[in-house]
């Protein structure tokens, strides 16, 4: 049968490019790593991926350090935070708040899972939820399977700036008249260009490419949640991307839960004397299916 169960930027004030480290900056995450404080973003991912399929739990490592590696690689693969944590070590994350954030379950949102997601600030709106789907074969749902899943999402550009709404003039809510015969109504209403904040922020489009784990056993049209990667907009909170895992339908298997079906066709000779058939299994083993005379 096919194995069951499964495994389980918010607002604030902006870096200061400028500012000095006030105390000694550690380097603890990127020895967590195994990579150097110089390495590039392609390194970190690289290295990260090698330790966590080492240290992950599933694979009998150690869940503490496990989730270390875990809160080690969202801080450095996030080119604000990790220039955060080069100024002031986590010490300064702990003072801005992000290191809350980071040690969350990260390998679910590079791996996929169900890990519990990052908390949502109070009181700020989350743009929509993105569904993205990907299509698996039984083989890689029988194993289990990383994938490559592309995105290009919109996020605030941070390095154009900020200026006045050009909708509401900085103001942060529009007036809309609404005229009834001889009355007339002014209704105040939330900008819809910034979102009550008044700021003109910038918007440009990045391309990102995730790496999804799909946990063997999955079923067909089970949801992996990645927090944070839907569109950013002004004043709110990232919506989450949902990948929608898909099983294609096999030439030889059917599934049904966590069952394999075969179909085969047999002549009035071997169901009345008995047969011998092979049968390759989705992760290659040759098995061997015997019937006695007459079953």
Do not use: N
Request: aromatic share 6%.
């Amino acid at each position: 049968g096919v194995p069951g169960g499964l495994s389980g930027k918010g607002g604030g004030k902006g870096d200061d490019e400028d500012e000095a480290p006030s105390r000694e900056v550690s380097t603890r995450f990127y020895e967590l790593l195994g990579v150097s404080k110089d390495a590039t973003s392609a390194e970190i991912k690289k290295a990260y991926h090698r330790q966590a399929m080492r240290l992950h739990p599933d694979k009998g490592g150690d869940p503490d350090a496990f989730k270390e590696l875990q809160r080690a690689f969202e801080v450095l693969s996030d080119e604000h935070l990790r220039r955060r944590y080069d100024r002031g070590g986590e010490e300064a994350l702990e003072e801005s708040g992000a290191l809350g954030a980071a040690s969350q379950d990260f390998f679910s949102q590079i791996f996929g899972g169900k890990g519990g997601g990052r908390g949502r600030s109070a009181g700020r709106p989350k743009t929509k939820d993105v569904v993205r789907p990907i299509w698996v074969t039984l083989e890689e749902l029988y194993a289990g399977v990383t994938r490559q899943l592309p995105i290009v999402r919109k996020v605030l550009d941070e390095s154009a700036g900020t200026s006045a709404c050009e909708a509401c003039d900085g103001k942060g809510f529009a007036v809309k008249v609404i005229r009834m015969g001889p009355m007339v109504q002014q209704v105040q209403s939330i900008c819809v260009g910034c979102r009550g904040t008044g700021s003109g922020a910038k918007m440009k489009s990045r391309r990102e490419v995730l790496e999804v784990f799909v946990e063997k056993g999955s079923p067909d049209g089970h949801k992996i949640t990645v927090h944070g990667k839907a569109d950013e907009a002004p004043g709110c909170e990232a919506g989450d991307l949902v990948v929608l895992v898909r099983q294609q339908e096999h030439p030889k298997f059917l599934r049904r839960e966590a069952d394999l079906y075969l179909q085969v066709e047999l002549s009035l000779a071997e169901v009345l004397a008995g047969f011998r058939l092979a049968v390759e299994h989705l992760d290659g083993r040759q098995l061997s299916v015997r019937s006695k005379p007459g079953e």
